[in-house]
């Protein structure tokens, strides 16, 4: 969409109707909501300001770029946001070459950025990188690493910080106001420059002096930080007066320099409900606009995260030794009623994966009994502090995997595929999965009362079996659910559910044993060798990849064994990054509905004969 040539009451119109498209969609998909809504009127300046067809546009997450998205040619396939097939909620350049990058993990912005930068330089190329992130991002080291390179190098890059909480500098009274408003002014960048000139040439003592004075006249503005580590800085201004974007963004743009450009934003802009710090409206479900009520109501089975909240509750209040750490997903993980009761026991320690793991090490050293909360796609990101901070010195850390498999509409960058493959090669780490309420009440007591370091990993929403009553936890023991004939089906964690539905879907054809694996590491070996001598063909149900998962650790035990299965099948997911749609039709996709496995069961029973 053309927009250069837009008087600035256009671009206010233009930025209602994007608001209104976003909301009209979201509220029948869901989505994200507050953060997109609130960088809309930034996101047209961008656009205005900057080429769009060859200047790359980052976004931080990504998850507020769906004004991006309206703009460049996808006003009619928005219809699909989120749905499998359709618009991801994410930038994606396969859907668009108006996405630079893949990105649905904080943080990682400004590098992409230096490294866009270094290329263009290297390609002696007109264009700039453009990077929009939201102060929350900003709580990562990962930021910092890339703003220490960048304001060294002096590539030129435009960085607008959407400042959506003002947790990065609140404005001091109106002379903030006035002097930043100064600052984005091509005034001040002149008289700066030649200050700067003029102090080169100073004697040392006068040289002295005069950079004290400016430091102090800094220190009275919010950008003393970034200036420090040599980014321009020009803010705060209303991240939703167009015209004021344009004309800083312009400036920004001709300093030939990197330049953060200080916005401060309201989330959910335009639609009233949502205005405002609101969390439950940062990521939405289905919902009614004129009420804000979601669409669908609240009932049928507890979802794992509230199951493990108000167990790690229970034991909290009985063991003042339990402590534990989420990273900025308090309410996600469910440790937000423990932050609220015991601010003293358990924090949020923001976008800081790295620093959650391993700042749980010496509480678990000290004698505490550390839980880290974390979903699986995000522990990936702490990988190097599981084994360098944890296992490595052996301590009782438990890692609590939220959102382990598939995840639905936030596709390929949250799906939780890889945590078994990932940590099961780590010394020292006991890796469990439970598969209904029962089972993950108990596998926590266990973790409370075991001193090693444990990951325990559960799905997103419910378990697909249903409660049952099951026996407490042992290291590395199994449970037998139930005899059979001819085959086996071994699941693992909400696999078992998977293996229950698979198994009453194969009808009267066979009647499967099936085993909860409990622990795939360590193993129940005793277990195991006993099936193999009764069962020749194994069936694998597990919510991870099937490259280094459990069917993989199966066939390395049994590898060094004289009796073995005849044939280990895996229903793990395949060697490739899973899209984004509804959870149900997504596994329709990968062929893993209960009716479908029953059929490759039929069908490979049927070869083998």
Avoid at 15 to 39: C, D, P, Y
Avoid at 82 to 101: A, C, H, L, M, V
Avoid at 190 to 215: G, I, Q, R
Avoid at 430 to 457: C, G, H, I, M, Q
Wanted: charged share 25%; glycine share 10%.
């Amino acid at each position: 969409m053309e927009i250069k040539d837009k008087t600035p009451r256009e671009l206010e119109a233009l930025a209602a109707k994007i608001r209104r498209r976003i909301l009209e969609v979201v509220s029948r998909n869901g989505g994200h909501l507050s953060s997109t809504l609130g960088a809309v009127d930034l996101i047209i300046g961008m656009h205005y300001v900057f080429d769009v067809s060859k200047d790359p546009f980052i976004f931080d997450v990504s998850h507020q770029a769906y004004a991006h998205k309206l703009l460049t040619d996808r006003w009619e396939a928005f219809e699909t946001l989120r749905q499998f097939g359709g618009i991801s909620g994410y930038t994606n350049p396969e859907e668009s070459p108006y996405d630079y990058y893949k990105a649905g993990h904080s943080s990682t912005s400004i590098s992409l950025a230096v490294g866009a930068a270094k290329a263009i330089r290297l390609k002696r190329e007109d264009r700039i990188p453009v990077v929009m992130i939201g102060d929350g991002s900003m709580s990562a080291g990962m930021v910092y690493e890339a703003l220490n390179e960048l304001g060294d190098r002096k590539y030129p890059v435009v960085i607008i910080l959407n400042d959506n909480e003002m947790s990065i500098a609140k404005p001091i009274g109106a002379l903030s106001r006035y002097l930043s408003k100064g600052m984005a002014g091509p005034f001040y960048q002149k008289f700066k420059k030649k200050t700067e000139s003029l102090l080169e040439m100073l004697p040392e003592s006068a040289s002295y002096m005069a950079k004290k004075f400016e430091e102090s006249f800094r220190l009275i503005t919010p950008g003393v930080l970034f200036e420090e580590l040599g980014i321009e800085y020009i803010g705060p201004i209303n991240g939703h007066d167009i015209s004021s974007i344009i004309e800083t963004l312009q400036i920004a743009k001709s300093m030939g320099k990197p330049v953060i450009v200080h916005a401060q934003t309201t989330k959910g802009k335009g639609y009233e409900l949502a205005e405002g710090p609101l969390e439950h409206w940062h990521g939405v479900g289905p919902f009614d606009i004129e009420t804000g009520e979601p669409l669908k109501k609240g009932g049928g089975p507890k979802s794992a995260t509230k199951i493990f909240s108000e167990t790690l509750m229970e034991l909290a209040e009985r063991d003042s030794r339990i402590v534990g750490v989420t990273a900025a997903m308090s309410g996600g993980t469910g440790l937000g009623p423990l932050i609220e009761k015991y601010p003293e026991r358990f924090w949020d320690v923001a976008i800081a994966e790295q620093h959650a793991v391993t700042s749980m090490g010496p509480l678990a050293k000290e004698g505490f009994k550390p839980f880290c909360a974390i979903y699986s796609t995000f522990l990936q990101r702490g990988y190097d502090q599981v084994i360098h901070d944890i296992a490595l010195m052996d301590l009782g850390v438990t890692f609590a995997i939220d959102r382990a498999g598939i995840v639905g509409e936030d596709g390929e960058t949250h799906q939780g595929a890889f945590d078994i493959s990932y940590l099961r090669p780590i010394p020292n780490l006991t890796l469990v999965a439970p598969y209904n309420e029962t089972s993950l009440r108990k596998a926590l007591r266990f973790a409370a009362d075991y001193s090693r370091p444990l990951a325990l990993r559960y799905p997103r929403g419910a378990f697909m079996a249903p409660d049952s009553e099951v026996p407490d936890y042992e290291l590395g023991r199994a449970h037998l659910l139930r005899e059979g004939k001819e085959i086996l089906f071994v699941g693992y964690g909400n696999g078992v559910g998977r293996a229950l539905l698979t198994a009453e879907a194969l009808g009267v054809a066979y009647r499967p044993a099936l085993l909860d694996l409990r622990f795939v590491k360590p193993l129940d070996e005793a277990l195991l060798r006993e099936l193999a001598d009764r069962y020749n063909t194994w069936f694998v149900f597990s919510d991870g990849a099937r490259m280094g998962g459990v069917a993989s650790a199966l066939e390395e035990f049994f590898a060094n064994e004289e009796k073995r299965p005849e044939r280990i099948v895996s229903f793990e997911y395949d060697d490739t990054f899973i899209p984004h749609g509804k959870t149900e039709v997504v596994e329709e996709h990968l062929g893993l509905r209960p009716r479908q496995l029953a059929e490759r069961v039929l069908a490979i029973m049927k070869e083998s004969r």
